[in-house]
Nanobody, 125 residues
Framework: QVQLAESGGGLVQAGGSLRLSCAAS????????MAWFRQAPGKERELVAS????????YYADSVKGRFTVSRDNTKNTVYLQMNSLKPEDTAVYYC??????????????????WGQGTQVVVSS
């Protein structure tokens, strides 16, 4: 089973940047769609961004489009989330997830079976 570990969270001022990393175990990382979710206080967990198994297709929630960039390096079994122009409403715990199906791409929030422990992002005004 896949093990995921997020890192890179922290405290930044509004307008600043952070780069989150998610390291995945296993030798089949390149076969799976990966995604970033977040859960803010008082809100349900939401899909922030996803990236296909090849890295050729990406999806972003409207709230982060133009500010966040998701990428992956299959040689390092790692997916990244570059977050620029951060806003206080971006404050949340960010989670990395892997889809259950190999060679399957979707923008839906369902279908992700393995999760990391989460990394906290706090954006001050």
């Amino acid at each position: 089973q896949v093990q995921l570990a997020e890192s890179g969270g922290g405290l930044v001022q509004a307008g600043g940047s952070l780069r989150l990393s998610c390291a995945a175990s296993g030798r089949t990382f390149s076969s799976y769609t990966m995604a970033w979710f977040r859960q803010a206080p008082g809100k349900e967990r939401e899909l922030v961004a996803s990236i296909s198994y090849t890295g050729g297709t990406t999806y972003y929630a409207d709230s982060v489009k133009g500010r966040f960039t998701v990428s992956r390096d299959n040689t390092k079994n790692t997916v990244y989330l570059q977050m620029n122009s951060l806003k206080p409403e971006d404050t949340a715990v960010y989670y990395c997830a892997v889809h259950r199906r190999s060679y399957f791409y979707t923008t839906a929030q369902s279908g992700f079976g393995s999760w990391g422990q989460g990394t906290q992002v706090v954006v001050s005004s």
